[in-house]
Nanobody, 122 residues
Framework: QVQLVESGGGLVQAGGSLRLTCVAS????????MGWFRQAPGKERDFVAV?????????YADSVKGRFTISRDNAKNTVYLQMNSLKKPEDTAVYYC??????????????WGQGTQVTVSS
């Protein structure tokens, strides 16, 4: 059983940057693909980015491509999401870390963190 804990969210001005961190415990995350998803109020949870087990492959939602970067450090059981050029309101959401199989659908990920709020202000 893998437990995931996100951190690094907060309030940031449009155009600013944040780095989210997700730490896995209770088992190694190194064998899983790791994804980031986000959910805005009243909306579905959407795919943001995924990185495969080795870190050699990544995939991004079109809305964040070129602005966000996902990376991982398997020695630390940690995955990161560097978010630059943040936009209001589209980047404001609760961001979730997930562990599972490679893919963009929620159903590929059996393990989820509790989420961290990112709010982009003008």
């Amino acid at each position: 059983q893998v437990q995931l804990v996100e951190s690094g969210g907060g309030l940031v001005q449009a155009g600013g940057s944040l780095r989210l961190t997700c730490v896995a415990s209770g088992g190694t995350s190194s064998g899983y693909s790791m994804g980031w998803f986000r959910q805005a109020p009243g909306k579905e949870r959407d795919f943001v980015a995924v990185i495969n087990w080795s870190g050699g492959n990544t995939m991004y939602a079109d809305s964040v491509k070129g602005r966000f970067t996902i990376s991982r450090d398997n020695a630390k059981n940690t995955v990161y999401l560097q978010m630059n050029s943040l936009k209001k309101p589209e980047d404001t959401a609760v961001y979730y870390c997930a562990a599972g199989a490679w893919g963009t659908s929620n159903r590929f990920y059996p393990y989820w963190g509790q989420g961290t709020q990112v709010t982009v202000s003008s």
